[in-house]
């Protein structure tokens, strides 16, 4: 007996079965637009974080990260933003302000005096608390070994 009905008269077809292949189709674009975008929406700004020895302050929350990379470029969290604004654009952010609280994730080759500007950028626009976000797996510059998971920690 086939499947799909007849034309038994009457001009009506009975369908017994669902056709999947349609749904399996979309599926599998699904599956491989997922694979494809889990990687990149991990990714935030690669930044080499110094290494340190203190012992890690467990952050019960999320909060507002600033980063610097190695070409001085800075970013709230995944946003680049210019040095020259960036104290406005902390001052409109609406989690900086009920906060009150940032992390830095500044890299190991940016000099002292940019981070210190950053960090006054955050005084300015009435952040006073900023965490510096280390790497706790090494001890010192000549260690090249693999990064751990970073910690963070307030200062």
Known sequence: MGMGGG???GGRT????????????VMLVLLIIFMVTAPLIQQGVKVNLPETK??????????LVLSIDAARKVYIGDA??????LEAKL???????????VYLHADREVPYGVVVE???????????????????????????APAAKPKEAKR
């Open 54 to 63: 203190a012992t890690p302050v467990e952050a019960s929350d999320k909060k």
């Open 118 to 144: 950053v960090m006054a950028a955050a005084q300015h626009a009435g952040i006073h608390n900023v965490g510096m976000i280390t790497d706790p797996s090494g001890g010192g510059r000549a260690s090249k």
């Open 91 to 101: 001052a409109a952010n609406a989690k900086a302000q009920a906060d009150k609280e």
């Open 14 to 25: 009975t369908m017994s079965e669902i056709n999947v292949t349609p749904m399996v189709d």
């Open 80 to 85: 680049e933003v210019s040095l020259d604004e």
């Open 7 to 9: 034309n038994r008269g």
